[in-house]
C-alpha cells in the first residue's frame, strides 16, 4: 500500500480479489533496484510506481473473515503478493481447510491462525496485537433481526477498531463493506455504482437489516476516521 493514496473510507472488494486494475497498490514492495521493467506486478497489471508503502513485507496483517470465499482469496493474494506475516482470524466454528491448503504452498510466511468471537473485546485484542494493516471482511450475513445485525456488523468493527487503537500500531483500516451503502440518486444513467459514488443520506431507513448494518457500519468508520487519526 503506498502511502500516498487517497483517503477512501473502503477500498472495493474487486480490487481486493485481484479483479480490478486499480488494485496495484497490493502489489509486491518495489526496491530500489527495480525498473517499471522488471518490477513484480498482478495478472495483467501495470507496474506499480516506485512510492513508499505503508508496510513492508513483513508487517503484520490481520484478516478478519479469512476462512470465508472472499476472505481466503485476498489470504492467498496477500501471499503471492510477497506479504509473509498474516493472521487469519475465523469464527470458533469456521472450518479454516481451505486455508490451511493455501497456507502450506508458501513454507517461509509466518501465519497465526486466530479463532474467536468479534464481539469479545478479549478476542479482538488478540487478534489485532501488532497488526499494522486489517483488511476487516467478517460480518454478519444472515440475520432478518436489525438487533443481531447490527450486533455482529457494527459493535463487532467497534470493538476491532477500539482494540487496534489501544496496540497503536495500526497504520490502515480496510473495510470490506457492501454496494448496499450506495445510492444511485443523481448518477447518470449507464455510470458504474462503484465506491467513489455517495452512499446514501438516509441508510437507516432501509427496511432491511444487512443494508441497515453496513450503513451504520460506514458511519462508525467515518467517526473514527475523523476522531482517532488513523486512515480507514
Excluded at 493474494?77 to 498474516?86: I, K, V
Amino acid at each position: 500500500m503506498r502511502a500516498d493514496e487517497p483517503d477512501r473510507p473502503i477500498l472495493g472488494l474487486a480490487a481486493l480479489c485481484n479483479l480490478s486494475a486499480r488494485n496495484t497498490y497490493m502489489n509486491k514492495p518495489t526496491t530500489t533496484s527495480e525498473t517499471s521493467e522488471t518490477a513484480p506486478r498482478g495478472r495483467g497489471l501495470p507496474a506499480p510506481e516506485s512510492k513508499p508503502f505503508i508496510i513492508s513485507s513483513e508487517d503484520p496483517i490481520l484478516v478478519t473473515g479469512a476462512a470465508g470465499f472472499i476472505g481466503s482469496r485476498v489470504v492467498e493474494n496477500l501471499l503471492s503478493r510477497g506479504f509473509r506475516h498474516l493472521v487469519c482470524f475465523g469464527r470458533p466454528s469456521g472450518k479454516l481447510a481451505a486455508i490451511e491448503d493455501i497456507v502450506n504452498l508458501y513454507p517461509s510466511a509466518r501465519i497465526r491462525f486466530v479463532k474467536g468471537n468479534l464481539l469479545s473485546r478479549q478476542d479482538c485484542q488478540a487478534a489485532c496485537k501488532d497488526a499494522a494493516l486489517i483488511i476487516h471482511l467478517a460480518a454478519g450475513t444472515g440475520e432478518k433481526s436489525f438487533p443481531d445485525a447490527f450486533m455482529n456488523s457494527v459493535v463487532t468493527t467497534r470493538n476491532l477498531l477500539d482494540a487496534s487503537l489501544e496496540q497503536g500500531r495500526l497504520r490502515r483500516f480496510v473495510l470490506i463493506s457492501s454496494f448496499s451503502v450506495y445510492t444511485n440518486r443523481n448518477k447518470p444513467r449507464g455510470d458504474v455504482l462503484e465506491e467513489s459514488c455517495p452512499t446514501e443520506e438516509h441508510g437507516n431507513l432501509r427496511g432491511e437489516a444487512y443494508c441497515f448494518a453496513k450503513f451504520k457500519q460506514e458511519q462508525l468508520l467515518a467517526e473514527y476516521n475523523k476522531n482517532s487519526g488513523f486512515r480507514t
